[in-house]
């Protein structure tokens, strides 16, 4: 417990870094597992060709794959609510506050908080001639690149009373931001996931088991593979830098243990010497030549010097009583305490 409370700014340290190294290495995994499996899946193109493709799949079934199709709705389509000349099947409102904040080293710096997040959908497919595949659970989406319709700040002015609030709470309000963004009908995107062939032959494109994400991006597969790999490479570096910051608290704790076993053994040293020259003390104020029944029962060398309570029994020397603890060698009753015994 005292040694704990020594390393408890180490232990500490070391509990959040573990933590974030856990997360870095599960973050990490999962994009090698993605960017792997992405450098092997198939790119196809939405057209005749398609169906003999899924025919080489187990369950008509492609677990991973790179599509890329023109948006269509398959009903009426979202218009938007800015501008009423463009429509989309995926619609996000946001509304954002900014404000000024006091960090707690003293400063003020620029901050946004989400307040609102609306999503809307409507179903639709990937389209490329007479050819189509729906894509479900959009919104389910890992990327999703959506065209900004509108993007609006109104800034508040503040009054004297909100400049003095703001002075003592730390937080001056700036003002509103609301956006909508929308996944336009007939733009272009690439769909990454898992396609399907239903039994009535309907083709769909959905989030992928084991995993995997679904994207919905105006980027192609390279640039794709290329964020991949440089978000891979970035885990790596905050790993080496977690990681090291683990291993030098490890260290510190180890020293330290060792630091305070060292103290120990020192001071244990220094009690033993000072047992030893308080046990010659004694021997040299003994006196010699004692009949048996004067002498310890346990050593028999030196001169009964001790009492036991509560038995009462006089039976050892002042040397012997440094290690007897439990119970009296002569009864077995329990030593409570004892004193020392002037016999003259
Ligand atoms: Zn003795
Ligand atoms: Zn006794």
């Known amino acids: 417990m005292e040694f704990f409370s020594e390393i408890i700014g180490e232990t500490v340290i070391l509990g959040i870094d573990s933590l974030i190294l856990g997360f870095c290495l ?5 994009c090698k597992h993605i960017l792997n499996t992405l450098q092997t899946a198939p790119v196809l193109d939405i057209d005749a060709t398609l169906n003999k493709e899924i025919n ?5 079934t492609i677990p991973f794959v790179v599509i890329r199709g023109l948006v269509k709705p398959l009903g009426n389509p979202i218009t938007s609510n800015y501008n009423n000349s463009v429509t989309g099947v995926i619609q996000r409102l946001t509304i954002k506050e900014h404000v000024i904040a006091r960090t707690s080293a003293g400063f003020w710096s620029d901050q946004t908080r989400t ?42 002015s503040p009054g004297v009373i909100d400049h003095v609030w703001g002075f003592f709470s730390g937080v001056r309000q700036r003002g509103l931001q609301t956006m909508e963004e929308m996944l336009r009908d007939g733009s272009y995107i ?18 992928p088991k084991d995993g995997l994400p679904l994207y919905l991006t105006t980027a192609t597969k390279s ?109 077995r009753e329990k030593i409570d305490s004892r004193a020392p015994a002037f016999i003259t």
Do not use: W
């Open 26 to 30: 599960k973050q990490l995994s999962k």
């Open 56 to 60: 080489k799949y187990p369950n008509n």
């Open 115 to 156: 307040i609102h997040e609306v999503c809307n959908s409507t179903p639709f497919v990937l389209n490329n001639g007479k050819y189509s595949i729906e894509v479900v659970d959009a919104l389910a989406a890992e990327l999703l690149d959506m065209d900004v319709i509108s993007d609006k700040f109104e800034p508040m």
């Open 190 to 207: 690439t769909a990454i996931g898992e396609l399907s062939r239903s039994n009535t032959g309907a083709l769909k494109i959905q989030p």
């Open 223 to 331: 640039s794709i593979l290329k964020r991949l790999a440089s978000s891979r490479d970035f885990l790596r570096v905050l790993l080496v830098v977690f990681g090291s910051v683990a291993a030098a608290a490890s260290c510190r704790i180890v020293y330290k243990y060792l630091k305070r076993r060292r103290r120990r053994e020192l001071e244990e040293n220094m009690k033993r010497q000072l047992a030893v020259g308080r046990r010659e003390r004694r021997a040299h104020a003994r006196e010699k030549n004692l009949s048996e029944v004067q002498l310890c029962v346990v050593c028999a060398e030196n001169p009964k010097e001790i009492i036991l309570m509560p038995c009462g029994h006089v039976c050892i020397c002042e040397d012997c009583s440094d290690h007897i603890t439990d119970n009296c060698p002569i009864c």
